[in-house]
């Protein structure tokens, strides 16, 4: 524990791996490290992402390691960490190995745990031809016949979303629909049916959606399914730092506050990525990345030169 780092970015994602080659570039002491989680290792690849469109996840973020092994002054480092406390002057992060870290600033890029329902065949097709998000996976399923698995009403605005990858939607309600007279208008008017029946599994032909079957005994011809999923926090970190949660979202259960520029409510503590944002996508995390380790690097020169900021005022004095 002798040496202090300017930065300690946990999770190496694409938010992460962002504000590491930003802080590399600015020449700033930082170490990132990864637990090697990242939500979407199970996707085919990465859709809407300038560059890298369809790219596979494993490989973005190898080659993200790639381009921070350029900077000398960026540690990428394998790891866990499982605990953190602010000092007296300093972060001290704990990892599973029982190796503490002293860090200025901690930049939180652990990203979020997507909790789909437990329906039996699903988890082998996630990421793939059964999906959350359309702006991500609707593409590859375009013009084929496809489901939602949603309740409420998320269940009719994801149905009529997906309504614009293809002709043949079929809200999957698993039970009772309970939706108000206007939203079935709504899905009438779309050309969307209405599937109460209660699902059982998801059946798969070499790897790939192919029916969804019910508790009936009946099943429905389907190859692709987003399912409706709200992501919750992975780590107890940003909580044991100081940082606030702030108010559920259709998406999020808990996502972490943050401001502008990505600072929590914690002095010295940024946020970026999945774990805060409105709209989980590799596009938003990587910009979201990018300026909160600007937001760092502001900070961190506050405090060194002895001015008060915004940045200055809310942040640990190292």
């Known amino acids: ?24 570039r600015a020449r700033r002491r930082t170490l990132l490290i990864d637990g090697g989680t990242q939500s979407n290792l199970p996707a085919h690849g990465i859709g809407g992402l300038l560059g890298h469109d369809g790219r596979p996840p494993a490989e973005l973020y190898e080659m993200g390691r790639q381009e921070l092994a350029a900077y000398p002054s960026v540690e990428v480092r394998s790891g866990e960490v499982r605990s953190g406390e602010r000092g007296d002057d300093v972060f001290v992060l704990t990892l599973a190995d029982g190796t503490r870290e002293r860090t200025r600033r901690v930049l939180l890029a652990t990203g979020m745990e997507y909790r789909p329902p437990a329906v039996p065949g699903l988890a082998e097709l ?10 991500c996976h609707g593409w590859e399923v375009r013009d084929r016949p496809l489901g939602v698995l ?16 293809s002709d043949d939607v079929v809200l999957l309600t698993d039970g009772p629909a309970e939706l108000e007279d206007e939203d079935r208008a709504r899905l009438a008017a779309a050309g969307i049916t209405v599937d109460e029946r209660q699902v059982a599994e998801l059946v798969a032909e070499n790897g790939e959606l192919t029916a969804v079957g019910f508790t009936d005994g009946t099943s429905l011809a389907r190859t692709g399914l987003l399912v409706a999923t709200t992501m919750h926090q992975r780590s107890a970190l940003a909580a044991q730092l100081g940082a606030e949660v702030g108010d559920p979202t259709p998406v999020a259960q808990d996502p972490v506050a943050v401001d502008g520029m990505y600072r929590t409510a914690a002095p010295g503590v940024f ?9 989980p ?16 690097v502001q900070s961190l020169l506050a405090d060194d030169h002895g001015f008060a900021n915004a940045e200055g005022k809310r942040h640990v004095n190292a």
Do not use: K, N, T, Y
């Open 126 to 135: 996630w990421g793939r031809s059964v999906f959350h998000c359309p702006f």
């Open 271 to 279: 946020a970026a990525g999945d774990l805060s944002v409105q709209m």
């Open 281 to 296: 996508q590799v596009a938003a995390a990587v910009a979201s990345g990018s300026l909160a380790a600007a937001a760092v």
């Open 1 to 24: 524990m002798e040496s202090i780092w300017d930065c300690v970015i946990v999770g190496g994602g694409a938010a992460g791996l962002s504000a590491g080659l930003v802080l590399g």
């Open 150 to 165: 949603a309740r409420g009403a998320r269940a009719v605005h994801s149905a009529l979303l997906l309504g614009g990858w």
